[in-house]
């Protein structure tokens, strides 16, 4: 995994939800480890995530799936970000569900 992906990176604002629902149960984070896995929290969502640096139309990213639960219900899907300097943005896929663009900030 590429050093630049790698640490925690807080969520600070999402394209569906807001800061007081990214923040309800503990403050929204991406968490990428150097063995390309992770884990992701915001709302009531909680998952672990696998990730590899992929090139999308000739641009380096992060992509990633992920498999969790969102109080307690099983969720699933799919995303990817990319990362300038010390902010990272990027879209979440829910499997049958929502998607949501997102902007992060490294801790």
């Not at 063995?35 to 590899?52: H, L, P, R, Y």
Request: aromatic fraction near 14%; include cysteine; hydrophobic fraction near 35%.
């Amino acid at each position: 995994m590429k050093k630049k992906y790698i640490g925690k990176w807080w969520i600070k604002e999402m394209e569906l939800w807001d800061k007081e629902y990214i923040d309800l149960v503990a403050q929204g984070h991406f968490m990428i480890k150097s063995n390309g896995t992770g884990s992701f929290q915001f709302g009531a969502v909680e998952a672990g995530v696998d990730c590899k640096v992929e090139l999308a139309k000739g641009v380096e990213r992060l992509e990633f799936s992920f498999e969790g639960a969102d109080e307690g219900d099983p969720v699933s899907g799919r995303g990817w970000a990319q990362v300038e300097g010390t902010k990272m943005t990027g879209r979440i896929y829910f499997h049958l569900g929502d998607d949501s663009a997102f902007t992060a900030t490294r801790k």
